[in-house]
Nanobody
Framework: QVQLIESGGGLVQTGGSMRLSCTAS????????LAWFRQAPGTEREVVAA????????YYANSVKGRFTISRDKAQNTVYLEMNSLKPVDTAVYYC????????????????WGQGTQVTVSS
């Protein structure tokens, strides 16, 4: 059974950058679609970015396009979320998730989740 462990969250000022990491233990990321979700207090969990295995494609929410980048390091069995030009609205708990098959935008389709890491962007 694979486990996902996130790291890299914290406090950053508006306009700053931060990189989140998600490392798998128990198996490799091969054949899995990986995604980053986020959830702010009182809101639903939403997809931020996803990296597909089958087509080697990626997806970004409109709100983060051009600012966030998802990438995989197969040797390190790690997926990253590089976040630039951060805004206060990006403040949330960020979760790494994995699923089989292609990219999916809804959290219900993801069966493996990390514990989450808090990202706070101060104004």
């Amino acid at each position: 059974q694979v486990q996902l462990i996130e790291s890299g969250g914290g406090l950053v000022q508006t306009g700053g950058s931060m990189r989140l990491s998600c490392t798998a233990s128990g198996r490799t990321f091969d054949s899995l679609t990986l995604a980053w979700f986020r959830q702010a207090p009182g809101t639903e969990r939403e997809v931020v970015a996803a990296s597909g295995w089958i087509r080697d494609d990626s997806y970004y929410a409109n709100s983060v396009k051009g600012r966030f980048t998802i990438s995989r390091d197969k040797a390190q069995n790690t997926v990253y979320l590089e976040m630039n030009s951060l805004k206060p609205v990006d403040t949330a708990v960020y979760y790494c998730a994995a699923t089989r098959g292609g990219i999916k935008n809804f959290p219900n389709y993801y069966t493996i989740w990390g514990q989450g890491t808090q990202v706070t962007v101060s104004s």
